[in-house]
């Protein structure tokens, strides 16, 4: 354990001194040097005209400092209702929390849940529905579950000739790709298509894709139709400006996601139930670490926090997603591998849903044979090569490679 972690900090040290080389190439963007989707009125508003519209959007859908529902209906247009992912319409939901209908106080709206009692609406709900518009910030994730609230929408609307509206956003994580990619017998709600943990593409490139390589049910097509980001590529680093869920607070925590929540199917904590959510690791029994925290409930972040109450011994690791993760733009198995060498009863460590966020079986069954992360990751590199072809033919934006 010890080895790997000194490995971590050396890797981290030349990793400092080499980001300004990275950034040579890579530039630092923010809301203010681009105009999103929902932002470019002009492209789509002639596309509204008449129509009765629906909604799927949460605390992200903003243009400047307004909601996209609040400016719509200012504008005038029919906004029949609203349809919420996870975290619900404002928010304010911890994850893996399952949300009832209700009526938005705001707008005085109806909200149809799409992560309660269904993931996929059904005909009475898009009953009178022209068009549906998809305006929500991803992180680039395949096991963010927005993807698959997007699948599912999208299905909806070809069954039942309703016109699929993306307004774009960058993609944080849209500079790299990584990861293995989702064997589809593990497909689940965290993993719904053939894609690597990180695929590189913003929802608008990823709804053509889903439809280029006929992932709906059955083949079928939905009438989609986009608005790309304005002056953006993705060898931009962009900055979110509003939290995509509540425990990703910060760019150091959306930049670790992809490699720490693997050990959400683990025994080890991520930090939920902190102030530093996927910014630290750590478990009671671990005796070495340089850092200690312990979760507590903290209500629509997280209630019921793994070890709730109980001091957890571990790693503070935030600093490596601004520096490292960015700039090496790749997954960090490290912590991974030393942790799992580290816990004693090694037969506890991985749960089932384990192979359901790495969508694979492989990576759980490397690690406890032992194998290098050298040789893990050239376990992935056929299935990176080929997806990468399928990922160049829907690209909207000028690639990295």
Not at 225 to 235: A, G, P
Not at 298 to 309: F, G, H, V
Not at 341 to 369: C, H, M, N, V
Request: hydrophobic share 35%; aromatic share 14%; charged share 20%.
């Amino acid at each position: 354990m010890k080895k790997i972690f000194c490995f971590l900090i050396f890797s981290f040290n030349i990793f400092y001194l080499c980001a300004q080389d990275f950034k040579i190439n890579y530039r630092e963007i923010t809301k203010d040097d681009i105009l999103v989707g929902a932002e470019r009125t002009d492209q789509y508003f002639p596309l509204l005209k008449g129509k009765n519209i629906a909604i799927v959007a949460n605390q992200t859908s903003m243009i400047k400092n307004t909601h996209l529902v609040d400016s719509l209906l200012h504008a005038g247009f029919s906004i029949k209702k609203i349809f919420s992912p996870e975290h619900g319409f404002r928010g304010n939901a911890e994850a893996g929390k399952k949300i009832d209908d209700y009526t938005d106080k705001k707008t005085g709206l109806p909200v149809v849940s799409l992560y309660g009692k269904k993931k996929k609406p059904n005909s009475t709900d898009l009953k009178g529905i022209d068009i549906i518009i998809f305006d929500i910030q991803d992180v680039g994730v395949r096991f963010f579950t927005y993807i698959s609230t997007m699948h599912y929408m999208m299905e909806a609307c070809a069954e039942n000739n309703i016109t699929f509206l993306v307004l774009d956003r960058p993609n944080p994580n849209g500079f790299y790709i990584d990861g293995p990619v989702l064997d589809t017998t593990l497909k689940s709600f965290v993993g719904i298509h053939p894609v690597p943990i990180v695929h590189g593409m913003t929802l608008a490139e990823y709804a053509c894709m889903i439809n280029g390589e006929e992932w709906l049910k059955n083949g079928i097509h939905c009438k989609l139709k986009y608005v790309t980001v304005s002056n953006y590529n993705h060898t931009y680093f962009y900055k979110i400006s509003v939290n995509p869920s509540p425990n990703l607070k910060n760019m150091n925590a959306i930049y670790l996601y992809p490699s720490l929540c693997l050990f959400e199917g683990t025994i080890v904590s991520v930090g939920r139930g902190t102030d530093k959510p996927f910014q630290v690791i750590g478990h009671p029994l671990v005796k070495d670490g340089n850092y200690s925290f312990t979760p507590v409930s903290i209500p629509s972040e997280c209630e019921e926090p793994p070890y709730k109450n109980v001091l957890c011994k571990g790693y503070e690791i935030s600093t490596f997603g601004e520096v490292f993760i960015k700039n090496s733009r790749q997954l960090y198995l490290y912590w991974l591998i030393g942790m799992y060498q580290q816990y004693p009863d090694k037969e506890k460590f991985f749960s089932l849903f384990f192979d359901k966020l790495a969508g694979t079986t492989a990576l759980r069954e490397q690690i406890i044979k032992g194998e290098s992360e050298e040789n893990i990751r050239k376990s992935w590199q056929p299935g990176i090569n080929k997806f990468k072809k399928i990922r160049k033919k829907y690209l909207l934006y000028p690639d990295f490679e």
